[in-house]
């Protein structure tokens, strides 16, 4: 989206929301009667959605990076530079 347009969403975005503080005013019943209620509804409930998912996702979903090694095994060597095993493992078959 050009700037032109982002700006041009911006101020009619804006504009809407100024507005409509000056529309004709009846008395509000409810608490979704009041101006910008459904707008700071909407803000809150995506605020919320976000901070429960970031939440839940580092809390319960996430796990280490040696999750999935059998408990007392040791850490995992990184592999060498040439692309050889690291334990010299599986060296006879490609010697030919």
Known sequence: MSRFRALLLGLALVGSVVLGFFGPAKEPHHVWDYKGFFALYGFAGCALIVFASKALGKH????????????????????????????????ERHRG
């Open 60 to 91: 319960i979903l996430q796990r280490g990076e040696d999750y999935y090694r059998p408990a007392g095994a040791p850490p995992e060597e990184a592999p060498e530079a040439d692309g050889a095993h690291p334990r010299g493992e599986g060296e």
